[in-house]
């Protein structure tokens, strides 16, 4: 089975802070993704990245930023947390179709 | 990337089959049709996927019609295990990346 690994299930922190999370795939796979759940909104993509070093923005990359600098790994940095960044957030790698990790729960106080 | 229609709640009986219907109106000849489900508190686990052509697989069958403007996903023998949010999504394939949009999905309720 492909798996797709989130570093945290939940994760909590401060306003300000600058916050990393890890999404490793063992599918070998070019492709791999960032999104974000918020009851009533769906997911919502925020970056992702089609090759080692290569990335594009989503729909909401505003205070986010990505690395991919090796291929199995693509972390999603939030540069100076806020309150409405609170959200779960889905890493998911792979090309038709996408499989997603379980997420993590990012609360920010 | 065509929007999709989906009821909001359905239930069905353990050992059933649950047939769940999506319409998909506006789908382009290059847009395929995926079907995801997401269990509470966990990731969105992908099920099956289709063009044109109805497909099976371990998990399901998913049923698209000719003009390909809605589908049906079916789980023949639902189980208590099943109970969950399904995602209908129409997303065109692109030569990098293949972009899904989930809108709110089928909250499917699998009762004894």
């Known amino acids: 089975d492909v798996k797709v690994t989130q570093s945290s299930r939940y994760l909590v922190k401060r306003t300000g802070e600058k916050v990393f999370l890890e999404c490793v795939q063992d599918?070998?796979?070019?492709?791999m993704f960032w999104y974000r759940q918020d009851p009533g909104l769906g997911l919502r993509l925020i970056y992702f990245?089609?090759?080692?070093?290569?990335?594009e923005k989503g729909d909401i990359p505003e205070g986010y930023s990505v690395s991919r600098e090796k291929k199995e790994r693509f972390s999603l940095i939030l540069e100076s947390a806020s309150t409405n960044q609170t959200s779960m957030y889905l890493c998911?790698?792979?090309?038709?179709?996408?499989?997603f990790g379980d997420g993590t729960r990012l609360s920010i106080l | 990337d065509a929007k999709t229609t989906q009821p909001t709640s359905m239930d069905c009986a353990e050992g059933r089959a649950a047939n769940l219907p999506c319409n998909h109106s506006?789908?382009?000849?290059?847009?395929?049709v995926y079907w995801y489900r997401q269990i509470h508190s966990q990731g969105p686990q992908y099920i099956i996927h289709?063009?044109?052509n109805n497909e099976t697989n371990e998990m399901a069958s998913l049923i698209i019609t000719e003009d390909r403007k809605s589908s049906t996903l079916i789980l023949p023998h639902a189980t208590l295990r099943d109970t969950a949010v399904y995602y209908c999504?129409?997303?065109?394939?692109?030569?990098?990346?293949?972009?899904?949009?989930f809108g709110t999905g089928t909250r499917l309720q699998v009762t004894l």
């Open positions: 998911a790698g792979g090309f038709q179709p996408q499989h």
């Open positions: 599918m070998d796979h070019e492709n």
């Open positions: 990245s089609y090759d080692v070093k290569m990335k």
């Open positions: 506006t789908i382009s000849g290059n847009e395929y």
């Open positions: 289709g063009l044109k």
């Open positions: 999504i129409v997303a065109r394939v692109s030569g990098t990346a293949s972009k899904l949009t």
